[in-house]
Nanobody, 127 residues
Framework: QVQLEESGGGLVQAGCSLRLSCAAS????????MGWFRQAPGKEREFVAA????????RLADSVKGRFTISRDNAKNTVYLQMNSLKPEDTAVYYC????????????????????WGQGTQVTVSS
C-alpha cells in the first residue's frame, strides 16, 4: 500500500510562487507514474501535471503551461510541483496521485488512471 502526503500549500498573492511536495511511503514509487490534480470549490477535480516514472514524459494542463513544472526525486520517493506566476484561479486543493501502471514513456491525465491519492493541500492565491 502506498501512502501519499502533500505539503507546501499556503496563502500567497498573485504573481508569487509555491512548491508543493508529495512524499510517498509504504513502498517505493520509483516505478509509478505520478500526477497532480486540483479541485476548486464547487468544481470537479481536474488534471494539473503528470510525470512518468523515468521523468522523460512530463505533461501539463494547458492552464498551467509555462508557469508550473513537475519533477521527481526517486531517491527521496518524492514528487514536486513548482508553481510560478500564481493566479487567483489557481486556488484549489491540490492532490498528489500515484499510478502503478505507468510506463517509461507514459503518465496519464485521467483521474481513473491513478490508484493512490493523498489528502490534499490547500493553495489560496489572493488578487
Amino acid at each position: 500500500q502506498v501512502q501519499l502526503e502533500e505539503s507546501g500549500g499556503g496563502l500567497v498573492q498573485a504573481g508569487c510562487s509555491l512548491r508543493l511536495s508529495c512524499a510517498a511511503s509504504g513502498r517505493t514509487v520509483s516505478s509509478y507514474a505520478m500526477g497532480w490534480f486540483r479541485q476548486a470549490p464547487g468544481k470537479e477535480r481536474e488534471f494539473v501535471a503528470a510525470i512518468s516514472w523515468s521523468g522523460v514524459s512530463r505533461r501539463l494542463a494547458d492552464s498551467v503551461k509555462g508557469r508550473f513544472t513537475i519533477s521527481r526525486d526517486n531517491a527521496k520517493n518524492t514528487v514536486y510541483l513548482q508553481m510560478n506566476s500564481l493566479k487567483p484561479e489557481d486556488t484549489a486543493v491540490y492532490y498528489c496521485a500515484a499510478d502503478p501502471d505507468g510506463s517509461f514513456w507514459y503518465a496519464g491525465t485521467e483521474l481513473l488512471e491513478y490508484d493512490y491519492w493523498g489528502q490534499g493541500t490547500q493553495v489560496t492565491v489572493s488578487s
